[in-house]
């Protein structure tokens, strides 16, 4: 079981949070051209490194914590497994090990579970944003002025 499933995530690097939604939304709109660069530019093991940690940040926050007072039910534990399951299947498995899979995941995922209005390109842009704020904050020289 990879690390960021036991343990507190650490924040991205904003290099590479950007490079995994790039090639998320590439995948989502079908621009196979873009999602190729971005892979090549990447390298396809960083890449599905990068995409298992996107994933981690999305699937573990939403199936980690019931919404009954914050506190542990029966459920939660249910919620909290099925999202270390399909992290595991990103790590692991045999059809989404590979980068559209991995990626795929992760819009069906966004659609299915976090989007309401069936805007998953809206959700997915707020989760990068997060996700880059949370690493330009853990890693402030990567920064640019104005």
Not at 90 to 97: A, I, K, R, Y
């Amino acid at each position: 079981m990879p690390e960021t499933i036991t343990m507190p995530l650490a924040p991205m690097e904003p290099n590479d949070v950007a490079d995994a939604f790039a090639y998320i939304r590439a995948r989502l709109v079908g621009d196979t051209d873009i999602a190729t660069a971005v892979a090549d530019d990447a390298g396809p093991e960083q890449l599905h490194r990068l995409l298992v940690d996107v994933a981690a940040r999305v699937f573990i926050p939403v199936t980690a914590v019931d919404d009954h007072d914050e506190e542990p039910c029966a459920h939660s534990f249910l919620a909290a497994a099925l999202g270390r399951l399909l992290l595991e299947l990103l790590c692991h498995g045999v059809c989404l090990n590979s980068l559209p899979g991995a990626a795929d995941t992760i819009t069906r995922f966004t659609d299915n579970i976090l989007t309401e209005d069936g805007d998953v390109a809206s959700v997915l842009r707020q989760l990068e944003a997060a996700g880059m704020r949370q690493a330009m904050e853990a890693h402030p020289a990567h920064r640019t002025t104005a």
